[in-house]
């Protein structure tokens, strides 16, 4: 069975940092892109940083440019660095990885077609 498992959340101060990982269970992610996605309360899931299948092309949210920083190891796992954060990052960030998404970046949720369960991030004093 084909499983993303995220890691990595919990509660940090204005300012602080965090660093996701998000990895899988029953294949590897070598060949698929990668996208970290949150949703807050009341709104809706949007997409935070992608990278490409490749780890070549990265693409970002605005308003997470500058602070968040997506990556990939060798051994396939994916990672989301989180700077600077601000109250306002608070939200259930999700994996997700598809294996068709080739060449380039997308951080449009619905072609992703594997999904973690999420790890809740709150940035709060």
């Known amino acids: 069975q084909l499983q993303l498992v995220e890691s990595g959340g919990g509660l940090v101060q204005p300012g602080g940092s965090l660093r996701l990982s998000c990895v899988a269970s029953g294949f590897t992610l070598n060949y698929y892109a990668i996208g970290w996605f949150r949703q807050a309360p009341g709104k809706e899931r949007e997409g935070v940083a992608c990278i490409s299948n490749s780890g070549g092309i990265m693409d970002y949210a605005d308003s997470v440019k500058g602070r968040f920083t997506i990556s990939r190891d060798n051994a396939a796992n994916v990672y989301l660095q989180m700077n600077s954060l601000k109250p306002e990052d608070t939200a259930v960030y999700y994996c997700?990885?598809?294996?068709?998404?080739?060449?380039?970046?997308?951080?449009?949720?619905?072609?992703?077609?594997?999904w973690g369960q999420g790890t809740q991030v709150t940035v709060s004093s």
């Open positions: 997700a990885a598809d294996p068709r998404i080739v060449g380039v970046t997308t951080c449009r949720d619905y072609e992703y077609k594997y």
